[in-house]
């Protein structure tokens, strides 16, 4: 299998049509290999959440082609679809959105007993991932008792959990302070050089962005290198 874990190719993304139709992606094409953190910087409104959502089978694109791991995806059913999202994508938003009712362990643990894994080894993989961001000793806690950084650090693990081939984050630290910020990002950049996933990092820290391995942005609908 290739290093590439996600390619697309000349993609077209629009939404409306006739006279209000809006192209968001025109032509637009990005490689992002095994263990390579690729950070997407743009304005508000150019697209990012919609070239995260194509690249995450979340959205499928009016042209071009979206490969996971070397598998294209477009003609796929929606069946297939959900299938490949869940054992090969893992997603980090901006809010949290863990389950409050259950603990962090559990939480981490979730996904991977829908994909049919024994709760004990969904439990010894939470841990490990949990020791791995620095949040284990927050096993037991609920979300609301943990910190914001915390919380996204949990998060970070459960996108984490079923061994993903792709990692997407859209504005992962956009709620934290500055020093919070880093130590997820951190943990983030960590996480993906140790499990060797593709990761697309959408953020407007340009600070953070500058440590990925490389910068990109998206000028009429293409994605181009970004001069930050």
Same mark, same amino acid.
Do not use: W
């Given at each position: 299998?290739?290093?590439?874990?996600?390619?697309?190719? &000349?993609?077209?993304?629009?939404?409306?049509?006739?006279?209000?139709?809006?192209?968001?992606?025109?032509?637009?094409?990005? =490689?992002?290999?095994?263990?390579?953190?690729?950070? /997407?910087?743009?304005?508000?409104?150019?697209?990012?959440?919609?070239?995260?959502?194509?690249?995450?089978?979340?959205?499928?694109?009016?042209?071009?082609?979206?490969?996971?791991?070397? &598998?294209?995806?477009?003609?796929?059913?929606?069946?297939?679809?959900?299938?490949?999202?869940? =054992?090969?994508?893992?997603?980090?938003?901006?809010?949290?959105?863990?389950?409050?009712?259950?603990?962090?362990?559990?939480?981490?643990?979730?996904?991977?007993?829908?994909?049919?894994?024994?709760?004990?080894?969904?439990?010894?993989?939470?841990? &490990?991932?949990?020791?791995?961001?620095?949040?284990?000793?927050?096993?037991?806690?609920?979300?609301?008792?943990?910190?914001?950084? =915390?919380?996204?650090?949990?998060?970070?693990?459960?996108?984490?959990?079923?061994?993903?081939?792709?990692?997407?984050?859209?504005?992962?630290?956009?709620? /934290?302070?500055?020093?919070?910020? &880093?130590?997820?990002?951190?943990? /983030?950049?960590?996480?993906?050089?140790?499990?060797?996933?593709?990761?697309?990092?959408?953020?407007?820290?340009?600070?953070?962005?500058?440590?990925?391995?490389?910068?990109?942005?998206?000028?009429?609908?293409?994605?181009?290198?970004?001069?930050?």
């Amino acid at each position: 299998m290739s290093d590439v874990f996600l390619r697309l190719i &000349e993609v077209h993304r629009h939404y409306g049509e006739a006279e209000k139709r809006l192209d968001v992606l025109i032509s637009a094409s990005l =490689e992002v290999k095994s263990g390579e953190m690729v950070a /997407l910087v743009a304005p508000s409104g150019a697209g990012k959440s919609t070239l995260l959502h194509v690249s995450g089978l979340l959205e499928r694109p009016q042209g071009g082609e979206v490969e996971i791991c070397g &598998e294209a995806t477009t003609s796929l059913s929606d069946r297939s679809r959900t299938q490949m999202r869940r =054992e090969r994508v893992g997603y980090v938003y901006q809010f949290h959105h863990l389950l409050p009712e259950f603990s962090a362990l559990e939480n981490i643990s979730i996904p991977q007993l829908i994909a049919g894994v024994s709760r004990s080894r969904a439990e010894a993989r939470a841990m &490990e991932l949990m020791d791995v961001l620095g949040v284990s000793p927050r096993a037991d806690h609920r979300p609301a008792e943990l910190s914001g950084g =915390e919380q996204q650090r949990v998060a970070i693990a459960r996108a984490a959990a079923n061994s993903p081939q792709v990692i997407l984050a859209d504005e992962p630290t956009g709620n /934290l302070d500055p020093a919070t910020s &880093e130590k997820v990002f951190d943990a /983030l950049s960590d996480l993906i050089a140790t499990h060797g996933s593709a990761a697309l990092i959408a953020t407007h820290n340009h600070d953070l962005a500058r440590r990925a391995n490389r910068v990109v942005t998206i000028k009429a609908g293409r994605i181009v290198p970004a001069d930050i």
